[in-house]
């Protein structure tokens, strides 16, 4: 699915260079799931948002279903995160000023065309089709959280990307939101690449890598 | 298509969301649009208006007129000497070719007295050919004829004011009016025609200029030529202005024996040459105006430009959301340039809506003649649009420039 090749990052921080990652080399197969944890600080976050297309790395390579894509323009990677990735952020990121199914259908504004229909199936099928016309402010932090997968799985992406999904819900929603992650990986062999430091959500994958100053310390199977 | 939709939608919820934003944005273009257009509405009626005066009389006219007069040194006002005649009028139908009348017209001023009315009054003598040159239109009976020249007749036609003044409750046609010592029995009434180059004709009696000579209107040169006012000339058409004005001007000069023409004691004014330069002065004059108000057209763009900065920086982290969701650069550019194109568009409609209506208003207050014409409402709605996509350019750039990462973290 993807594979990546000591892969580095560094910022410029005034006149020093802030190095973030430092040679990481992984490799992620199809229909896998993974979690990657570390302590704040460690570069999770960046690598994950290098394997999102949203971020390039300072050097290394990056193959993206078996094309490097590390050195593409903005706007084919724009084209990969529209078509084929999915992701689920921590802070959530919905449009605050539009509703619930307007949220799912800008999911799809980029991905090839507004289908109302399915954004409402996605809704469904995230347990939020009483919800779809409210908007999030007046939603709870899990049921955001529900909206933003449901915005990405309406584009059915061949790879997820969730950084602390949990981490701002309270355990009950975070539950919810961790069945449905899981339950699209078992019904749909959907790849998916979890960032948390929660240790009980990273035993629930199937492997768990382990990221302390931009290296990768440990690898374990669950 | 589907993605235009999407980009629309977009448009729409930005604008949507920032009612009162949006609606001072567009207020700048709203104003300056509407002044644009009442301005060159009021530019272009008054241009019609002046052009309507002069052209009544036929763009292929031209008026002779005396010169001033020079005694120790002192020049008196044009048109005030006595140095143009019947017999230069004649000579003029004679001797110069391409021209279809003339005109010469003397006028005194003598109380009318009809019934138990009576007013003031300009007596105007005149031969046949004033009827064609001058244009008038009769509203009952008839204008002189050359029997009523040759045969001094005493008859009159007389002008609305005239009319009106003189025979309140009657039908003046037939009717007789004293002017001195002399009775008119009444042959015809004109058509009221307001102003006009050549003065009205509302308040004119208008006789046989041969009667009016009679009457002792008319002074006599040292020659004892027949002195006149004016001689109007009609030519055959308005491309022989040139060669006529010239031809009559070294007849003139000819005739009133002055070598030099700088010292001509005759004036020709020609209506073709009047018009293009009436023209050239009130289009200069619209273009003046319509500038003055592209300027508030131009601070509103500037107002456009610095909504769109701040709303680009306001929404750092929806353009985030949207690029993290696949947005390209040139989806978002897209979004915000439509956005300001959107803004100003509206703008540009409202402001028309309110610019047509202002000038109608003006209109009917009298103030000022209007026209609105298409190619105004066509160009100012373009402008408006042009504006957006121009000021809108820049913070739309910026946005679409915006690292997806940086962008979701800000707050």
Known sequence: ?222 | MKKLMGLLGSVWDGVITHKLRSFLTMLGIVIGVAAVIILMAVGKGTTQSVVSRISSLGANTLFISPGFTQSSGVRTAFGSASTLTLEDAEAIAVNVSNIQAVAPSSSTSLQAIAGNQNMRATVTGVTPDYEQVYSVKMSEGNFLSADDYNSNARIAVIGSTVATTLFPDSDPLGQQIRGGNYIFTITGVMQASGQSLAGSTDNAIIVPLTTLQLLGGQQLTKNGDHVVRTVGVEETDTKYATRVTNDITSLLLDRHQISDPTKADFQITSVEALLSSVNTITSQLTLLLGAIAAISLLVGGIGVMNIMLVSVLERTREIGIRKALGAKESDIWAQFLIEAAFLTFTGGVIGVILGWGGAFIINKTGLFTTIVTPDVIILAVSVSVGIGLFFGFYPAWNASRLEPIKALRSE
């Open chain 1, 1 to 222: 699915m993807i594979t990546l090749e000591g892969i580095t990052k560094s910022y410029k921080m005034g006149k020093r260079d802030l190095v973030v990652l430092k040679g990481i080399n992984l490799q992620v197969n199809k229909g896998e799931l993974v979690a990657i944890m570390g302590a704040s600080g460690s570069g999770k976050s960046t690598l994950l948002n290098i394997a999102g297309c949203l971020d390039r790395p300072t050097t290394g390579k990056y193959y993206f279903e078996d094309k490097e894509v590390s050195h593409l323009k903005s706007g084919e990677l724009a084209s990969i995160r529209g078509q084929r990735i999915g992701f689920i952020f921590q802070t959530f990121n919905l449009l605050s000023r539009i509703t619930a199914l307007a949220n799912v259908e800008l999911g799809m504004t980029y991905a090839g065309g507004v289908n109302r229909q399915r954004a409402k199936e996605a809704l469904i099928k995230v347990g939020l089709g009483e919800r779809m016309h409210h908007r999030p402010l007046e939603l709870s932090g899990g049921e955001q959280q529900r909206v933003a997968i449901a915005r990405s799985i309406v584009k059915n992406p061949s790879l997820f990307l969730a950084d602390e999904p949990t981490g701002q819900l309270d355990s009950k929603s975070g539950e919810e939101v961790m069945s449905i992650l899981l339950s699209l990986h078992a019904e749909q062999g959907t790849t998916l690449i979890i960032v948390t430091h929660d240790a009980s959500v990273a035993h629930r994958c199937q492997r768990i890598v382990h990221l302390k100053d931009g290296e990768i310390v440990a690898e374990e199977n669950v």
